[in-house]
């Protein structure tokens, strides 16, 4: 939502979305929203090789396509952004092919990583991805593999959200001891279970160099992570542990925060590493999807050798031994390039130097 809501600074824009409750139009200031009712949220838990799922499905592609189709024909739109390849890419070929407006696809890891491993669906993606005029990515390797799967160049757009930050900032730290954070899903890929064992791994001199280390979320492995926790804390360790963080509790972790420690086993870009970002918060992170590249490219963290428990503990004494003020610059620079304003610039950059897609006065 906060794409489309920067995109409405410079563009009209009506945005077609599920919901649980009931069809309908409503208004978010200046953005126009046609709901479309759907049997179950989110839509990315329905999966096409769960029977299960497949009524549900049906129901899903039915009520978003005749949503978008009506949505489409009524108001006669410039241009049609399906921010799912699938099944929204799906829904926005059918409505360009009825009207000649076109569209583009922004694809995300569970499009292509999921979807284009089930067969008779990824054909399907991969006529979706070859009908459209545009194609997006939030990741580096992502449009890698999108270009793989269609043949045709596919652009790199980062999901972010805008944070509504503190106009003071909290004082910079140059000298521990530090503080330092974990937001996220206690899920395998997002490592919560390598980091936890990493933090068992720390000697006494690195653990006199923080002040706290905060672990927020929940998640599959909820039960570990109490149990884990609790073992440290009865050591005497400083060890915070809670449940998932409202918008404002999150800016005031981060805002609090010295360094983000991002133990992922299997990611592309996590969208808490564009908040980390903003939050001028430097990252802790193993070198898996774009991260390695990004943190070459702008040094604005600390990459671990590998997705061990070993490196990621080696790495967050690297962190705690080094200035968290060094790291501000690259991420300023970085900042720039993952932020929402960034993303709307490069779509409208896109579309409206298309051959046939008039620039509106």
Same mark, same amino acid.
């Given at each position: 939502?906060?794409?489309?809501?920067?995109?409405?600074?410079?563009?009209?824009?009506?945005?077609?979305?599920?919901s649980?409750?009931?069809?309908?139009?409503?208004?978010?200031?200046?953005?126009s929203?046609r709901?479309y009712r759907?049997?179950s949220?989110?839509?990315s838990?329905?999966k096409?090789?769960? *029977?299960?799922?497949?009524?549900?499905?049906?129901?899903?592609?039915?009520?978003?396509?005749?949503?978008?189709?009506?949505?489409?024909?009524h108001?006669?739109?410039?241009?049609?952004?399906a921010m799912?390849?699938?099944?929204c890419g799906?829904?926005?070929?059918?409505?360009?092919?009825g009207?000649?407006?076109?569209?583009?696809?922004?694809?995300?890891?569970?499009?292509?990583?999921?979807?284009?491993r089930?067969?008779?669906?990824s054909?399907?993606?991969?006529?979706?991805?070859?009908?459209?005029?545009?194609?997006f990515?939030?990741?580096y390797e992502?449009?890698?593999?999108?270009?793989?799967?269609?043949?045709?160049?596919?652009?790199?757009?980062?999901?972010t959200r805008m944070l509504?930050l *503190?106009?003071s900032?909290p004082?910079?730290?140059?000298v *521990?001891p530090?503080?330092?954070a974990?937001?996220?899903?206690?899920?395998?890929n997002?490592?919560?279970?390598?980091?936890l064992?990493?933090?068992?791994?720390?000697?006494e001199d690195?653990?006199n160099?923080i002040?706290?280390?905060?672990?927020?979320?929940?998640?599959?492995?909820?039960?570990?992570?109490?149990?884990?926790?609790?073992?440290?804390?009865?050591?005497?360790?400083?060890?915070?542990?809670?449940?998932?963080?409202?918008?404002?509790?999150a800016?005031?972790?981060?805002?609090?925060?010295?360094?983000?420690?991002?133990?992922?086993?299997?990611?592309?870009?996590p969208l808490?590493?564009?908040?980390?970002?903003?939050?001028?918060?430097?990252?802790?992170?193993?070198?898996?999807?774009?991260?390695?590249?990004?943190?070459?490219?702008?040094?604005?963290?600390?990459?671990a050798?590998?997705?061990?428990a070993d490196?990621?503990?080696?790495?967050i004494k690297?962190?705690?031994?080094?200035?968290?003020?060094?790291?501000?610059?690259?991420i300023?620079?970085?900042?720039?390039?993952?932020?929402?304003?960034a993303?709307?610039?490069?779509?409208?950059?896109?579309?409206?130097?298309?051959?046939?897609?008039?620039?509106r006065e």
């Amino acid at each position: 939502m906060d794409f489309a809501i920067a995109l409405s600074r410079t563009c009209e824009v009506t945005v077609v979305a599920p919901s649980l409750s009931s069809a309908g139009n409503h208004s978010i200031g200046s953005i126009s929203i046609r709901n479309y009712r759907v049997p179950s949220l989110p839509l990315s838990l329905l999966k096409p090789n769960n *029977p299960l799922s497949i009524l549900k499905i049906l129901q899903t592609l039915n009520s978003g396509l005749k949503t978008l189709r009506k949505t489409v024909e009524h108001l006669r739109p410039d241009h049609i952004l399906a921010m799912w390849s699938l099944p929204c890419g799906y829904w926005a070929a059918n409505a360009s092919a009825g009207t000649g407006i076109p569209f583009s696809t922004w694809s995300l890891g569970s499009d292509i990583w999921s979807m284009g491993r089930i067969p008779v669906v990824s054909s399907v993606l991969k006529s979706v991805l070859r009908a459209g005029e545009h194609r997006f990515a939030d990741g580096y390797e992502l449009c890698s593999d999108v270009e793989s799967i269609c043949k045709l160049p596919c652009s790199f757009l980062p999901s972010t959200r805008m944070l509504n930050l *503190p106009h003071s900032a909290p004082p910079e730290r140059e000298v *521990p001891p530090f503080r330092l954070a974990f937001l996220g899903r206690w899920h395998v890929n997002k490592g919560i279970d390598l980091l936890l064992e990493a933090l068992e791994k720390l000697d006494e001199d690195v653990w006199n160099r923080i002040e706290l280390f905060s672990i927020y979320g929940g998640g599959p492995m909820e039960k570990l992570v109490h149990q884990r926790s609790r073992l440290l804390i009865e050591d005497g360790k400083p060890l915070k542990v809670g449940g998932y963080l409202n918008h404002q509790e999150a800016v005031a972790l981060y805002m609090n925060s010295d360094f983000l420690v991002i133990p992922s086993r299997i990611e592309s870009i996590p969208l808490v590493f564009s908040d980390a970002l903003q939050c001028s918060l430097p990252v802790v992170t193993t070198p898996v999807g774009d991260m390695p590249q990004i943190l070459n490219s702008f040094a604005c963290g600390i990459l671990a050798d590998d997705t061990s428990a070993d490196s990621i503990a080696q790495a967050i004494k690297q962190a705690v031994y080094h200035k968290q003020t060094s790291f501000l610059p690259g991420i300023a620079l970085a900042n720039k390039s993952f932020s929402t304003e960034a993303a709307c610039e490069t779509f409208l950059s896109a579309i409206t130097s298309s051959a046939n897609y008039p620039a509106r006065e």
